[in-house]
């Protein structure tokens, strides 16, 4: 190891030893078994697409194929819209709920033994971080069913004085960036209050959601219960436009959440949408700035940015500004980018070529329209989809990097006098899911949070997620709650 020079791109004269080289960490593939071809998980049982259609799931890592996934087209999704319906009459409504409740249980618990082997497979199929998936998405997918379980025997304690009926079949379609954790957020909340569910994993992260149907059948929940189909963007509008389907829950871009809202006008289905999102860090000059340094990183780069509630904005007062600036990208210096299965990684792949490509759009947006570029100095790996950590300085309120989600390691930086400037700035924009507020006065804090127009708002932390805690947007960024309390809601009728 040497002293290095100092650091020259933040131009600044700390220095710092960049000589480090960690040795490879990479957690092992040993123990976790994929099957090559998965067929749709309806009415307990996997089965082949009517269409015999597959599709390749690749490592974003290496881009090689690990797996090929069904896809279900109009047929299937009434097959298992039917199935998930007829368990609703005969089956599920009629358990009772202490019974509902050692099921999910149950889940959970089997979660929590095959911890490592899903951990795994969500790194090698999406291509976040060991880390993430081990010590975040992992654990809190278990834990939203141990939480969820034990709501199920007290309903009637959720919503005193009132009669919690179940609404049916729950139509579910989630995202990429947190395979495993969405459906846990789906399923869980809908199995407690007696639904049944027909759930759709995204196109590029189907398998983690496979692994848990077939857990789901190792539970011993009853046959269609739970169904799990797999495809594109047309299976998500087949569930959705399905008559049987009571309820829709969708997580996912906002364009696509305005169609499911178009598509179901008219109808009595029940919706709740999380959008994306365009959150704000804000530092004041009192903030413990290591710390709100630390919680940046955290809050942009962390799963490279594919975060609907990511800070992927940074709003930081005038007399801490070149301070916050310098750490943050001496911080960046160090930032591990690369093999997601190594534990030493701290930003993994990103999703698909496709988001790759956007990402890289909007850092050509952000020069062109004006703002500076800063790019931490890492070596990026040959093969597979890489960005790496992002600065925009100098940005205004109308810069696009500003006002739209890029959904990737990019932040756009902006500066602020007052305490009002902080506020106006952070909500000029059309999302409302989260924000952090960094200072070291419990009063400015209340101030702000009463002010923010956003779902959740972080103070002096970031990017912390509990099963007991709501989450859920303002404006572009949805309605509706999941977690916590709130997120029964959604699933009886009153
Ligand atoms: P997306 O393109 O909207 O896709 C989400 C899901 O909807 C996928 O399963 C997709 O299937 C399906 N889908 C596509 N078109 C559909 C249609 N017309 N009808 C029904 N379903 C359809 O979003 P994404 O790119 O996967 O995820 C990124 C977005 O999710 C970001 O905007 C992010 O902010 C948001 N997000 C929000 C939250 C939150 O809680 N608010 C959490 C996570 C992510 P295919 O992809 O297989 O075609
Ligand atoms: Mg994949």
């Known amino acids: 190891m040497k002293k290095t020079e100092t650091s020259e791109r933040s131009g600044q004269s700390l220095s710092f030893f960049n000589g480090w080289k960690y040795a490879p960490a990479p957690e092992s593939k040993d123990h976790i078994s994929l099957k090559k071809q998965y067929g749709l998980f309806i009415n307990g049982e996997f089965v082949p697409p009517s269409s015999k259609k597959y599709f390749d799931?690749?490592?974003?890592?290496?881009?090689?194929?690990?797996?090929?996934?069904?896809?279900?087209?109009?047929?299937?999704?009434?097959?298992?819209?039917?199935?998930?319906?007829?368990?609703?009459?005969?089956?599920?409504?009629?358990?009772p709920p202490k019974e509902r409740a050692k099921y999910i249980y149950r889940i959970a618990r089997m979660i929590q033994e095959r911890a490592r082997?899903?951990?795994?497979?969500?790194?090698?199929?999406g291509g976040k971080p060991i880390r993430e998936s081990r010590d975040i998405d992992v654990p809190l997918a278990a834990n939203h069913f141990f939480y969820y379980a034990g709501w199920a025997d007290k309903l009637n304690y959720a919503f005193p004085n009132r009669n919690p009926q179940p609404l049916g079949v729950a139509g579910q379609i989630i995202p990429w960036n947190f395979p495993l954790l969405m459906a846990a957020w789906k399923i869980a909340p809908a199995l407690a209050t007696g639904n049944t569910v027909v759930l759709k994993p995204a196109e590029s992260t189907s398998l983690t959601a496979l692994k848990l149907a077939e857990i789901i059948a190792e539970s011993g929940l009853p046959d269609g219960v739970v169904n799990i189909v797999t495809g594109f963007g047309k299976t998500g509008a087949a569930i959705v436009n399905h008559p049987k389907v009571n309820k829709v829950a969708f997580t996912g871009s906002t364009d696509v959440g305005k169609l499911i809202q178009k598509a179901i006008a008219g109808t009595s289905k029940k919706l709740t949408l999380e959008l994306g999102g365009k959150a704000a860090n804000i530092v004041f000059d009192d903030a413990p700035i290591d710390q709100a340094v630390e919680g940046i990183i955290n809050g942009i780069f962390f799963n490279q940015g594919h975060v609907c509630c990511a800070g992927s904005r940074l709003l930081v007062q005038e007399g801490v500004a070149d301070i916050v600036i310098r750490k943050l990208k001496d911080r960046m210096e160090t930032l591990i980018v690369g093999d997601p299965m190594d534990k030493n990684t701290d930003i993994g792949a990103i999703n698909s070529k496709e988001q790759l490509l956007k990402i890289q759009e909007y850092i050509k947006i952000g020069?062109?329209?004006?703002?500076?570029?800063?790019?931490?100095?890492?070596?990026?790996?040959?093969?597979?989809?890489?960005?790496?950590p992002t600065l925009f300085l100098n940005t205004s309120q109308s810069h696009r990097v500003v006002q739209e989600e890029i959904f990737g390691p990019v932040l756009a930086v902006q500066t602020f006098r007052t305490v009002e400037e902080a506020i106006e700035k952070a909500n000029n924009i059309p999302y409302g899911l989260s924000a952090g507020i960094w200072t070291d006065k419990g009063s400015k804090i209340f101030n702000l949070t009463t002010k923010m127009r956003a779902g959740v708002v972080w103070a002096n932390t970031y990017n912390k997620f509990d099963p007991t805690s709501p989450f859920g947007g303002y404006k572009e960024s949805g309605f509706g709650r999941e977690g916590g309390l709130h997120g029964l809601l959604p699933y009886v009728s009153l």
Request: charged share 30%; net charge negative.
């Open 117 to 125: 082997e899903l951990a795994v497979i969500e790194t090698l199929d």
């Open 57 to 95: 799931t690749i490592n974003p890592a290496t881009e090689e194929k690990i797996a090929e996934i069904a896809e279900a087209d109009e047929k299937d999704v009434d097959l298992a819209v039917n199935a998930a319906s007829k368990a609703y009459n005969n089956v599920w409504k009629k358990t």
């Open 367 to 388: 020069v062109n329209d004006g703002a500076d570029l800063y790019q931490s100095s890492c070596e990026l790996p040959n093969k597979g989809f890489f960005c790496k």
